[in-house]
């Protein structure tokens, strides 16, 4: 079964640089959730995007925007990097009507030095 | 906002024993979910519960769904290597239009061959 893709896999920044993580999420999933995982912590949440809408906001930092398109899939944009951005950025994706079942793809690691 | 208590927090098991872990909450959840992390990969939902109560099964895995709605119990009978991981579990919180998973801080799993 297809799963949810996410691009790059991994990506090294330096401070104050910007990254665009992208995300593919499911065939026929419409919601797609954006997550943040640091080191030995659990996955927080950062925005969430619904028929290109945005549907939920966590804990994002204002230097970090996202979008959804119209085939559904999703960028991330992090600007001003900063060295406590080094986490690995998870996307997820559900069917609107079954928003709590999310899966989630691979994951890009962002290491900012 | 919602905090998920998980335990324990680490587990050291022979290959072919069974295996508990728990997940409370101090607010009623509606659905719990259970996910295994492997490292540097995405999460992997394992099992979604939506009525207090429920008691669910995939393979090896068997999920319960509080009656309280404050908690869920998740067990692994006979281990094997493979289920070597983190074990989140994960509720959604209602907002806005969708919905954002609050994580456990996991449960480690070793197992012994």
């Known amino acids: 079964a297809a799963g949810v893709i996410q691009s790059p896999r991994h990506l090294i920044k330096e401070k104050r640089e910007t990254a665009t993580l992208k995300c593919y999420p499911i065939?026929?999933?419409?919601?797609v959730y954006w997550y943040q995982q640091g080191p030995g912590q659990d996955p927080q949440f950062l925005i969430s995007f619904y028929e290109k809408m945005q549907s939920d906001k966590g804990s994002i930092p204002d230097r970090f925007s996202a979008q959804q398109f119209s085939d559904y899939h999703s960028e991330l944009n992090m600007s001003s990097l900063e060295l406590g951005d080094s986490a690995l950025y998870f996307c997820a994706s559900s069917r609107f009507q079954r928003g709590y079942e999310q899966y989630f793809g691979p994951g890009t690691r962002l290491t900012v030095t | 906002g919602q905090q998920l208590n998980q335990s324990p927090q680490s587990m050291f098991i022979q290959e072919g024993e069974d295996v508990s872990m728990n997940c409370t909450s101090s607010s009623i959840f509606n659905t719990w979910l259970w996910y295994k992390q492997d490292p540097g990969e995405g999460p992997v939902l394992l099992i979604a519960l939506y009525k207090a109560g429920e008691l669910t099964s995939n393979g090896r895995l068997t999920a319960q769904f509080g009656i309280t709605r404050k908690d869920s119990f998740l067990n692994i009978s006979a281990s094997i290597p493979s289920d070597v991981g983190i074990y989140f579990c994960a509720g959604p919180n209602s907002g806005g239009s969708n919905y954002k998973l609050t994580f456990g801080k996991g449960t480690l799993l070793t197992v012994n061959p």
């Open positions: 065939p026929r999933h419409d919601t």
